[in-house]
């Protein structure tokens, strides 16, 4: 089993509040990602991190922010949450971008 | 051409059958590639990985054709348990590039 956790599992929230998603892992990865997926859709990268203070986007536009202060660590921040965030977020990591990725199981956010 | 492309079906297979889907990419330098399986509303796990010509585990086989730039996923003999979404990843410059997935859904 991966040791890569998110919290929550799910949430619901209304506009305009500020949510941080939390994604940690115990293995020791330096390499780090968030995607994005609505139901049934594709995957999409939206940040990704090398190790400690290297924060990078991805290849979707996303008005999230992301922060690396700690390997093991790597929230994700809405300032302020709209309906167009609603969708499944996946945090996953590993030791190089050549290798696997282990995934949490995600959270689930849905705006009103 | 985009980076990753898979058919999306979805393949309507009856179970005990053969099925076979290719993923193409673009980046003619990638050394390494990826078949995940996703289940409805999880997260996607490892199925197999790609280093050289191909990989094979039980009624699963992963192959790579660098000529034409794709890599294929058979599954023999298949089970219920198979019906999923498989997604083919070749990592770019350290980030992990999914494809769309190919849906399949076996049938009784």
């Known amino acids: 089993e991966a040791d890569i956790y998110q919290t929550p599992r799910y949430l619901v929230i209304g506009t305009g509040k500020k949510i941080t998603l939390e994604c940690s892992q115990t293995?020791?990865?330096?390499?780090m990602y968030w995607y994005q997926q609505d139901p049934g859709m594709e995957l999409h990268l939206i940040h990704y991190?090398?190790?400690?203070?290297?924060?990078e986007k991805g290849d979707l536009s996303s008005e999230s922010t992301v922060s690396r202060i700690r390997t093991e660590h790597f929230p994700l921040t809405l300032e302020s949450a709209r309906p167009s965030h609603t969708s499944q977020y996946l945090c996953?990591?590993?030791?190089?971008?050549?290798?696997?990725?282990?995934f949490g199981q995600g959270t689930r956010l849905t705006v009103v | 051409r985009k980076e990753v492309e898979q058919d999306p079906g979805p393949f309507n297979v009856p179970e005990g059958a053969t099925v076979a889907f290719n993923c193409t990419y673009s980046?003619?330098?990638?050394?390494?590639f990826f078949w995940y399986r996703q289940d409805c509303r999880k997260e996607p796990k490892l199925l197999m990985s790609?280093?050289?010509s191909g990989n094979e585990d039980g009624r699963f086989t992963a192959q790579l054709n660098r000529a034409s730039q794709y890599i294929s996923l058979l599954i023999r003999d298949s089970k219920l348990s198979d019906s999923a979404t498989y997604l083919c990843?070749?990592?770019?410059?350290?980030?992990?590039?999914f494809g769309k997935g190919t849906r399949l859904h076996i049938l009784p």
């Open positions: 996953a990591s590993s030791e190089g971008g050549f290798t696997e990725a282990f």
């Open positions: 293995m020791g990865h330096d390499k």
């Open positions: 991190s090398y190790g400690v203070n290297s924060t």
């Open positions: 980046n003619s330098a990638s050394q390494s």
């Open positions: 790609v280093y050289s």
């Open positions: 990843v070749v990592p770019r410059d350290d980030k992990i590039i």
